[in-house]
């Protein structure tokens, strides 16, 4: 069974960036969509970006679209995601799950289709 790790989490000004990673393990097949997820105090997880594994996107949520880029390293089966101008509203943990059936069109939005998810990384914005 394939599992996800986030990492790169922490503390960071209003304005800062940061760079997470969710390395996966126990690889057989490389064939995902990755999605990161966020969920916010007081707010229900939601789906701000995704990458497939091969080729395809990346793609973005309205929330985070113009400060996030996901990238991938499939040498070492590691997706990124870099936030930046993070606002106290970035505050939250973020997860990343993979999604065995692709991310094509509006796919990568359905959470139920995310089979595999790490244990998340806190990120904490303070103003």
């Known amino acids: 069974r394939m599992r996800l790790a986030e990492s790169g989490g922490g503390s960071v000004q209003a304005g800062g960036s940061l760079r997470l990673s969710c390395a996966a393990s126990?690889?057989?097949?490389?064939?995902?969509?990755i999605g990161w997820f966020r969920q916010s105090p007081g707010k229900e997880r939601e789906v701000i970006a995704a990458?497939?594994?091969?080729?395809?996107?990346?793609y973005y949520a309205d929330s985070v679209e113009g400060r996030a880029t996901v990238s991938r390293d499939p040498a070492d089966y590691t997706v990124y995601l870099e936030l930046n101008n993070l606002s106290p509203e970035d505050t939250g943990m973020y997860y990343c799950a993979a999604n065995p059936g692709g991310c094509a069109g509006d796919y990568w939005k359905v959470q139920k289709g995310y089979m595999y998810w790490g244990q998340g990384t806190q990120v904490s914005v303070s103003s």
């Open positions: 990458i497939y594994t091969g080729a395809g996107g990346p």
């Open positions: 126990d690889v057989i097949t490389w064939s995902y969509c």
